[in-house]
C-alpha cells in the first residue's frame, strides 16, 4: 500500500514540475468538484463537504493523462471522519461531435484517512464544451474493482450504474 501511494505522490507531482507552457499550444485544464450536504434524520443531524481539484494534460484528441486529490469530511452526530483521495487516470476521447465529446476514464483510486480502501476501473462520461476555454461534464458509472473503497465500500468486482454515481464537474483549458 505503501509503494502505490508513494507512485501516485510521484505521478501527482511530475504535474507540478511540468513546465509552462503558452495558452495557444497548452493542453492543460484544471477543473473538480465542490459538495455540500446537510441531513436531518430522526433527529440526528449530517453534514458531509467534499473538495476535489482536478487537473490534467490533453496529450492529442483521444488521450489525455489527469488526477484527482481530494478531500472529503463527514460528520453524523457526534461522529466525524477525514478521507484523502489520489486518483490518477487516463481518457479516452472515442466519440467528438461539434460541442459533445464522450469519454471512458480508466484508472486507479486511493482513499486513506479515517476510511480507506483501492479502486481499479472505468468511468464513462460525457463532455459539453460551452466555450475556447470552458467545459462541463458529467460521469456516471463504474466497471471495475473496489476494495474498502470509501465512497462505495465492499470488496469485489462489476458494474454499477445507479444516480448516486452521477458526477458533475467542469474544467478550465489554459
Not at 489525455?64 to 452526530?77: E, I, N, P, Q, R
Not at 466555450?131 to 474498502?148: A, E, M, Q, V
Request: charged content about 15%.
Amino acid at each position: 500500500m505503501k509503494k502505490i501511494i508513494f507512485l501516485l505522490l510521484v505521478f501527482a507531482a511530475s504535474f507540478a514540475s511540468a513546465p509552462k507552457v503558452s495558452a495557444q499550444d497548452s493542453g492543460w485544464w484544471l477543473g473538480g468538484r465542490i459538495g455540500y450536504w446537510h441531513n436531518k434524520v430522526d433527529g440526528v443531524s449530517s453534514n458531509s463537504f467534499a473538495l476535489a481539484p482536478e487537473f490534467g494534460y490533453d496529450i492529442n484528441s483521444k488521450w489525455s493523462v489527469a488526477g484527482v486529490l481530494g478531500f472529503d469530511y463527514a460528520k453524523v452526530g457526534g461522529t466525524s471522519a477525514n478521507v484523502f483521495v489520489i486518483e490518477p487516470y487516463a481518457r479516452y476521447k472515442y466519440f467528438n461531435k461539434g460541442s459533445f465529446t464522450l469519454f471512458v476514464d480508466g484508472g486507479l483510486g486511493v482513499a486513506v484517512g479515517d476510511s480507506d480502501g483501492v479502486k481499479v476501473g472505468f468511468t464513462p462520461g460525457v463532455a459539453f464544451k460551452i466555450s475556447d476555454r470552458f467545459s462541463l461534464l458529467t460521469t456516471i458509472g463504474f466497471l471495475g474493482y473496489k476494495h474498502n473503497y470509501y465512497n462505495g465500500g465492499g470488496d469485489g468486482f462489476g458494474f454499477d450504474l445507479k444516480s448516486s454515481d452521477l458526477g458533475f464537474g467542469f474544467f478550465y483549458a489554459f
